[in-house]
């Protein structure tokens, strides 16, 4: 038998229920910081994202799924959602709009070819949102808060938020000399993938999990301490302000995400003591990535969150979530008149909005109202041979078991 490809997954009826509360609070916050909603192809031009996500990371050197079309495009499963979105924003006129312009993205599917373990996939969903346009700290700040009070309003404790500044292209070059000085002193402690990030992408270095290089990274020389006096001021005013909105932040030099088009501000929220792998949402700057796709130079920030953490973490906090609307009414027939009737008072009923499910094939009274019971209806509508000559149904409350007599015609008032 055909199961689903390793890595991801179906999403189940009975999962639905976290999907759709997540989905919810995201259309709330998005709402409550008047965000607009994009929604991007699954596929695109594979150049888009070797050229925002950055030709040395994970993502783009193992983990795209890109094939050539038959008509010879070369496109890729989007890895990330970030770089769709600012290619709409140049392909559809955006900067002309008053900036900056505010996007939001969810529940769409990314496929990146890692390696599955719990919270990890190949297919998963993200929901993020951003803000293009504006390279005020005050943005910054409202980003970070809103992506903070999403999580909280989801239900969500014990969060930690990580923080860090990696700089502009005036001074990161400076820090990243620093950086490749330090490891160079170190080789020997080095995984053979630091070695070759030292040589191609040293700023990974400071993400590595194999601890003799965490070792290492400790005690590297930290972007904060090289920043040039805007950047310095802007991540002043950044804390300043996040301070103001009373959000706890720990500074993190060695928070420096996956993805290479991050300027200046980066930050991650965790559940506390998750460590990076459990990272529900990431997200920061990017204030070259619209130039470097052939736009005028425009600062942006913007955070994406993955659905599936989301989902893992509020089972494990045990964070009740509301149940869906389900039909509360079962309808049982019994014979080929009463059934014809019941498909008749079936559509009337959901017509004038009344969910119902309706028994189907000739089963007994008493198979038709297990069905109820396992549908967990409230009420069970039965018509039989007597019900279809006097022109009534039987309503029976399925709680109680309690049956009376009525007119159809009183049944909505009666369902409640
Ligand atoms: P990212 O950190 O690569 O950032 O992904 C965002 C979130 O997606 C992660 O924090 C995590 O919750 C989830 N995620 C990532 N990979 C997987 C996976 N393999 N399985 C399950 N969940 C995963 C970005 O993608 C950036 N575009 C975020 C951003 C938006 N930066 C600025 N704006």
């Not at 924003?89 to 993205?105: D, R, T």
Request: hydrophobic share 35%.
């Amino acid at each position: 038998m055909y199961q689903v490809p390793r890595g991801t997954s179906d999403i189940l009826p009975e999962e639905q229920a976290y999907w759709r509360y997540v989905e919810q609070k995201v259309v709330n916050i998005c709402q409550l910081y008047g965000y607009e909603r994009l929604d991007s192809p699954v596929f695109e031009d594979t150049g888009l994202f070797t050229r925002s996500v950055g030709q040395g990371t994970d993502i783009v050197e193992k983990e795209m799924y890109t094939f050539t079309d038959k008509g010879g495009n070369k496109l890729t499963l989007r890895p990330e959602g970030t770089a769709p979105v600012c290619r709409a924003y140049l392909e559809h006129g955006m900067p002309n709009l008053p900036q900056p312009v505010k996007l939001y993205y969810y529940f769409i599917p990314v496929f990146r070819y890692e390696r599955p373990q719990a919270g990890r996939y190949r297919q998963h969903y993200q929901f993020g949102f951003e803000a293009i346009g504006e390279d005020d700290p005050a943005l910054d700040a409202e980003v970070i808060d809103m992506a903070w009070q999403f999580f909280l309003s989801l239900g969500l404790r014990h969060l930690s938020l990580q923080l860090n500044s990696i700089g502009c292209r005036q001074c990161r070059p400076i820090h990243l000399n620093a950086l490749k000085d330090h490891y160079a002193r170190h080789t020997a402690k080095l995984c053979a993938d630091c070695k070759v990030r030292l040589e191609r992408n040293p700023l990974r270095l400071l993400d590595c999990k194999k601890s003799s290089c965490q070792v290492v990274a400790n005690s590297a020389p930290r972007s904060t301490d090289y920043l040039c006096p805007q950047c310095g001021a802007h991540f002043s005013r950044l804390k300043k302000y996040l301070d103001l909105l009373e959000i706890p932040f720990t500074l993190n030099h060695r928070l420096v995400r996956g993805l290479d088009y991050y300027t200046r501000t980066v930050f991650e929220i965790q559940p506390r003591g998750a460590g990076a792998q459990g990272t529900l949402g990431g997200g920061g700057r990017y204030d070259d990535l619209i130039e470097e796709l052939g736009g005028k130079p425009t600062p942006a920030i913007g955070l994406a969150a993955g659905i599936e953490r989301m989902v893992l973490n509020l089972k494990k906090q045990a964070i009740p979530v509301p149940p869906l609307p389900r039909p509360r009414v079962f309808i049982a027939h019994l014979g080929n008149e009463a059934r014809d009737e019941a498909i008749k008072l079936a559509s009337r009923l959901r017509r004038a909005g009344t969910g119902i499910i309706m028994a189907t094939g000739q089963r007994s009274l008493k198979a038709q109202l297990r069905q109820a019971n396992t549908a967990a209806t409230r009420h069970a509508v039965i018509i039989g041979e007597q019900e279809v000559k006097t022109g009534t149904v039987i309503l029976r409350d399925m709680a109680n078991a309690q049956q009376k007599t009525v007119i159809p015609a009183d049944l909505p008032g009666l369902l409640g």
